[in-house]
């Protein structure tokens, strides 16, 4: 059975029960729905390390009303189907909320399925905006798409003087669909040029589309993808030789570097996202070396966004002084909260305005090349 493969993985994060025991009660419990096997388990095992430090630090400091918190981890498998059998699992269990899952199709499913229910989500990094409108109970603790392309385009005409540009736009994901017509969409009305709109169904159709602008290199080239396809994407336009074009993409391209061997090929390399570990803000730098000490690694994203998750739910917990749902979602909706990502506070449709990082891989590492904040 799943719950109980993934508690022999888990044990040390979570104390893992199913009946109200006198001890459970002594418990406030978060449910967590990630991708940690699969293509996609790079993503979700970054935002359990983050998971985990928050609950050890919310614990360490006195943890929740008198409670510690306790957070019970499934992995989704970044299935959108498993997602709502995994999903029927912490509803029985009777979690105080939800954190999940990474990427937008998944967690739209979650969102749908939960709906009915009214069990406080958020999600640290699925940035369709589809996915939280029109639902009172489901958050998410990242920018939306169309928020980051508008930057990207700001970035690639202010700062990279790109006056050229041909977007790449997959076929098989609204999100990504979305923020590559926003992007050229503000590109346009900046004054640059849209060579070419090209539609792709897989990586395996990059070369065919990079060589027809060959003679013609743009500036730049736009693609929000996952990480994977996107290294995809930045071997073939090193090998076919685009190196004078930038390539740009979306805050899924964390984790790239992992992939990449040819370190020339990084050389032109900028992606969005929402959060940077060498930003000078003091609360990042404690972030980032107390999850250092913790996992021996430099935090990504993904695990700033799911560590502050925790904090928001655990705010909110406090101030509604219950882990009643309708009250928990209230709290969220007021709590503005200074986090590891920003000045946390949100709109209409339950989504935050952060800052922007632009990502620079030119050195073979993770670095901030500007800091946009709207």
Known sequence: MPIIALTVLIHTLTIIACSPTPKQQEYITIGVLLPLTGEDSDEG????????????????????????????????????????????????????????SSYSNVTMKLAQASEKDGIPVISPTASDPEITRGRDNVFRAIFIDDYQAEAMAIFAYNSLSARTAVLLSNDNADSYRLATRVFGESFRNLGGQVIAVEPFGSADEFAGILRRHAANPPDIIYCPESFLPAVALINTAHELGFTDTALLGSDAWDGVLAYIINGDAMKNVFYSAPFSFDDQDESVMIFVRNYFRKFSQIPLSGSATAY???????????????????????????????????????????????????????????????????
């Open 45 to 100: 095992l970054r935002a359990l390390n983050g998971l985990q430090l928050a609950r050890e630090e919310i614990n360490n400091a006195g943890g929740i009303l008198g409670k510690m918190l306790d957070i019970f981890v499934l992995n989704d498998r970044g299935d959108e189907e498993y997602v709502v059998q995994q999903y029927a699992v912490l509803k029985e269990i009777g979690v105080a909320a939800i954190i999940g």
């Open 308 to 374: 502050t998750c925790v904090y928001i739910l655990a705010e909110a917990i406090k101030k509604a002084g219950t882990t009643n749902p309708v009250d928990v979602i209230s709290a969220i909706k007021a709590n503005e909260l200074d986090v590891i990502t920003g000045s946390i506070r949100f709109d209409e449709n339950n989504n935050p305005r952060t800052n922007v990082y632009i990502i620079h891989l030119g050195s073979g590492e993770y670095s901030t090349y500007e800091k946009l904040s709207f």
